[in-house]
């Protein structure tokens, strides 16, 4: 492993979807991201994510299934990322411009 990835992992320790909550509780009311329509903070983020996690849990979607994702790249993009990270879901983004696949499998 090469030091730079090394010095990202220990600045970075938690899984992604852990790191948001990190952030959220260290810097609740500082802006986390922006598009055309707004700003979010990164509690306000936090927040909707759990919510949209919430949302997709009830649909009856599990840990390790793959879900097809089309969106901008805007703050419910980021959203939609984040939520489905923390529910150990796999996406497979449709970009909209180009209409090509990017899977993370």
Known sequence: MNSSFKSLIEQYPLPI???????????????????AKGSLTYSALDAQVDELAAGLSSLGLRSGEHVIVQLPNDNAFVTCCFSLLRLALSPCWRCPRNGRWISTR
């Open 17 to 35: 979807a852990e790191q948001l909550r990190h952030w959220a509780a260290r810097y609740a009311s500082r802006i986390a991201v922006v598009d």
